[in-house]
């Protein structure tokens, strides 16, 4: 399992300090909100720029803004390895992806709780991972959705049917309980900001995880 935390659940009065408590996983969860694709706002490239020098983890950007194509570019150079998008927020996704593609930088699509895997199925064969909404995006620490396990489930079936390569990410109520069911689903990455981050432990809550 890639653990995730999502630093959203950080300290951001001292990052860099809380960033080092999650030096045990593989990737940090930085999420994008821009107050009008959800009703919350979160942090800009300038954010992950000065965290950048800080760790070698891998930089996990999930966009929830309303026009991801007018932004990526502005992640990729201050330092984000991956880039997901909402498949809501797009009119083309084909393009969205060519733009990341071009950007080299690996390409995510997520999709809320209602949105269905059928709307991101043309697209599985180009991208690096989905990642499956576990709750409505916008806050941290709100209850894991179950109707995601069965979401996860058509995605690794999917996936082998296929052959396909794409990494399933899950993301929202993530805990040591709602994790193995993702886990049992067929998920291989964790992204959690609560659990992680609301304890006096973070690496052990990160291990727990995996
Ligand atoms: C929600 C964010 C999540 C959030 C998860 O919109 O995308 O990454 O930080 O927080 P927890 O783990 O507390 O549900
Ligand atoms: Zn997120």
């Not at 030096?23 to 000065?50: Q, T, Y």
């Not at 891998?58 to 803004?65: E, N, P, S």
């Not at 593609?101 to 064969?125: D, F, Q, R, W």
């Amino acid at each position: 399992m890639i653990i995730a935390p999502s630093i959203l659940s950080a300290n951001f009065g001292n990052l860099s300090e809380s960033i080092e408590k999650v030096s045990s996983a593989e990737w940090l969860h930085v999420d994008v909100m821009d107050g009008h694709f959800v009703p919350n706002m979160s942090i800009g490239p300038v954010v992950v720029k000065g965290l950048r020098p800080y760790t070698s983890q891998v930089f996990d950007t999930h966009l929830m803004i309303s026009d991801p194509m007018k932004y990526a570019k502005e992640f990729v150079d201050a330092g984000s390895d991956r880039i997901t998008f909402h498949i809501e927020t797009v009119k083309d996704p084909m393009q969205m992806i060519e733009h990341l593609h071009e950007l080299n930088v690996k390409v995510g699509v997520s999709i809320k709780p209602a949105t269905s895997v059928e709307s991101i199925a043309p697209y599985l064969s180009k991208i690096d991972q989905v990642l499956v909404m576990s709750v409505e995006p916008g806050f941290g620490g709100q209850e894991f959705m179950m109707n995601s396990v069965l979401k996860i489930e058509e995605l690794s079936r999917i996936r082998k049917k296929e052959g396909l390569s794409f990494l399933i990410a899950v993301d929202g109520g993530i805990n040591k309980e709602t994790a193995v069911f993702c886990k049992k689903a067929g998920a291989d990455v964790l992204i959690a900001g609560s659990y992680v981050f609301k304890s006096d432990h973070p690496n052990g809550k990160v291990d727990s995880l995996r």
